[in-house]
């Protein structure tokens, strides 16, 4: 069984899903994206097909390895997210010829069902709190929120306090039972990070997320010696390289790679196992489409370590398409008290209606990441 063609689809809201088809007439799906970048990693995908049609399908590793050294530049995010769009397509080619979960494949299932957490969205502290409500009435145990910016280095105590106050409100609204997540998007810088942990402390938090940008190794250090809260990261890094000074230096609680940047099924499966080794869990970053989450409960299936699941129904920016709308088996991802259940299927487990999606692709999409500036005009984290 041999690759015969690659086919891309720049779908809506913001995303890049790849078809690979075989000889033999199979077909498996990928969704390889570099979220406002989808035409660039659109075009290293067309210069890696020059190596990769003609080869036997079945030989995952051999072609990953051929494709992220042999190109002698690799790693970052466009490199490495197209070849882990790549790298989904050929798993989900090799469970489906052999008619198994692609978990099946990677040492068998080790839970019934994955813990699932919902985006929440509110520009002042009252409206998170009644979208946070809103999702627990729907089953979900577990939310993230975010923290209102833009952000200067020392921000004013009224920013610190609104930030304090969305906190408070939302675990006033749901009590204790809730897992509460805040992403922090690497927006806050060092002098303001102290400052906020401490405040956030009494909050008892599922974790705070991407405290500072990558590259802040020190400063992830210095966080760590004062707070009890649990810190997770990893949305930025890519392959099991990218992760290991995070991991042996026991800079994280919770890595969170992207099954769409950080290298793929196997490669995240080898990122959770090096963490599970410095006893770190795994939270694979998931704000994308059904095929990134698909593939990243593959992983969530077969590793002890996994905690919960980031996933993107209706979070706030997927106005135009919807996590559901591209699949003709939507019911896999059916979210039961704040679970997902053990999907059954072949290969990644969903089914992908292909001509939504050809048609969705005429349209495409030119999704951009918001450029923030601060009050002074000077440039913020997004």
Request: hydrophobic share 40%.
């Amino acid at each position: 069984m041999k690759i015969e063609s690659l086919t891309l689809y720049k779908v809506p809201p913001r995303w890049l899903f790849l078809k690979i088809r075989t000889d033999e007439g199979l077909e498996g799906w990928g969704e390889p994206i570099v979220e406002g970048k989808a035409d660039t990693v659109a075009a290293a995908i067309s210069e890696m097909a020059d190596y990769i049609v003609g080869q036997p399908a079945n030989h995952i590793e051999d072609i990953w390895q051929a494709v992220y050294r042999g190109g002698f530049y690799r790693g970052g995010p466009i490199l490495t997210s197209a070849l882990s769009g790549i790298e989904q397509a050929l798993w989900d080619l090799k469970g489906k010829s052999l008619g198994v979960p692609i978990y099946e494949l990677l040492g068998g299932p080790v839970r019934d069902r994955m813990k699932v957490y919902s985006w929440v969205h509110g520009d002042t502290p009252q409206q998170l709190a009644e979208s946070v409500l809103s999702r627990v009435n729907a089953g979900y145990q577990a939310i993230k929120m975010g923290v209102p910016g833009p952000n200067t280095w020392i921000d004013t105590p009224q920013k610190l306090d609104l930030i304090i106050e969305s906190v408070a409100l939302v675990r006033e609204a749901v009590g204790n039972d809730i897992a509460i997540g805040v992403d922090f998007h690497g927006r806050i810088h060092k002098g303001m990070a102290r400052s906020l942990v401490r405040e956030l402390e009494p909050f008892k938090l599922m974790f705070i997320e991407e405290p500072f940008p990558p590259g802040h190794e020190d400063s992830l250090r210095d966080l760590r010696a004062i707070t009890g809260i649990p810190i997770a990261l990893g949305e930025r890094l890519y392959t099991r390289w990218g992760f290991k000074e995070i991991i042996s230096k026991g800079l994280a609680d919770v890595i969170q790679p992207d099954l769409s940047h950080a290298g793929g099924i196997l490669e995240v499966k080898k990122i959770a196992a090096m963490a599970e080794a410095y006893d770190i869990a795994l939270a694979p970053h998931c704000p994308l489409g059904p095929i990134a989450l698909a593939a990243s409960l593959q992983v969530d299936f077969c590793t002890p370590n996994a905690l919960i699941q980031e996933q993107s129904l209706e979070i706030h920016y997927h106005k135009e398409s919807e996590l559901l709308s591209y699949l003709a088996n939507p019911e896999v991802f059916n979210f039961s008290d704040g679970y997902v259940l053990l999907p059954l299927d072949p290969g990644l487990g969903i089914t992908i209606d292909e001509e939504k999606v050809r048609n969705a692709s005429q349209i495409g999409h030119n999704w951009r990441s918001p450029i923030w500036r601060n009050v002074d005009g000077s440039i913020a984290e997004w």
